[in-house]
């Protein structure tokens, strides 16, 4: 149950991130950042699904890894957009942003319980 939660979710933060960045500021910087920001936010979903599909404890590790730091990339660039101020949207700025903070701190729990049991 939790982990399909968890699916749905990071799916729906890449979907979202991807809606969000069509509202950005149009210039050169913004459509760096979108793609970068659209790169690390689905990358966080298709990695969390690829961890699910593991065929080892080994193999999840370093998937959900990879989901942390993709998370964390998306974090990042959301950061560098609130600096910028490339986006008007505060309200949805600020839920995306809360989203991937909760994001990575349910993943990086599973990467430290995935290797105490490794």
């Known amino acids: 149950m939790f982990v399909e939660s ?3 979710r990071t799916k ?5 991130i991807i809606c969000f960045c069509d509202s950005l500021k149009p210039n050169k910087a913004s459509s760096v950042i979108t793609y970068q920001l659209v790169k690390s936010a689905t990358s966080t979903g298709a ?3 690829a961890a699910c599909r593991a065929r080892s ?6 998937k959900i890894c ?7 990339e998306s974090e990042f660039w959301l950061e560098v957009i609130k600096d910028t101020a490339l986006s008007s949207q505060t309200n949805e700025f600020e839920r995306l942003l809360a989203e991937a903070n909760e ?4 993943v990086s729990k599973a990467k430290s ?4 049991n490794k």
């Open 113 to 116: 319980s995935a290797y105490g």
């Open 66 to 72: 990879i989901v942390v730091e993709e998370a964390d």
């Open 12 to 16: 729906k933060f890449s979907v979202d």
């Open 57 to 62: 404890k080994r193999e999840f590790f370093s």
């Open 103 to 106: 994001i990575i701190k349910i």
């Open 6 to 8: 968890m699916k749905q």
């Open 47 to 49: 990695n969390y699904r």
